[in-house]
């Protein structure tokens, strides 16, 4: 049985997150924001494994820092990782266990679509 489900929008919302139902489409918009306005390139390196290149703005890194935050609170399996390998290069690294593969599937997806609307 797969651990979410695809609604009309094609929005995805896995049954082991905690976030109040009503609060989803709000998060759902800023992860779609932030997709639109920091996301510059995305690289699968995994299965499990899912890697944003970001603008390397701090207001960036701070977004960043709050959404995936607020994100792992509600979404425990999720991992974020934050790093800057150089003073112009600032990645998100997202992992999940093997359980969770399709809900970073509807992620990296939801990534690079929401980048070529742009």
């Keep these: 049985m797969s651990d979410h489900h695809i609604t009309t929008d094609d929005a995805w919302v896995p049954d082991a997150c905690?976030?109040?139902t009503a609060e989803r489409p709000l998060r759902l918009a800023e992860f779609?924001?932030?997709?639109?306005a920091a996301v510059r390139g995305v690289d699968r390196l995994s299965a499990q494994h899912l890697r944003l290149q970001l603008d390397d703005a701090a207001q960036v890194e701070e977004t960043a820092r709050d959404l995936t935050a607020r994100e792992?609170?509600?979404c425990?399996?999720?991992t974020f990782d934050?790093?800057?390998?150089?003073?112009d290069t600032l990645t998100l690294d997202v992992?999940?266990?093997a359980a969770h593969v399709d809900v970073l599937d509807a992620v990296a997806q939801r990534a690079v679509?929401?980048?070529r609307q742009r």
Excluded: E, K, M, N
Aim: net charge positive; with cysteine.
């Design 18 to 20: 905690t976030l109040p």
């Design 113 to 115: 679509s929401v980048r």
């Design 76 to 78: 425990s399996f999720f």
């Design 95 to 97: 992992r999940v266990p």
């Design 32 to 36: 779609d924001q932030f997709f639109t």
């Design 82 to 87: 934050l790093s800057r390998s150089g003073p």
């Design 72 to 74: 792992s609170s509600c």
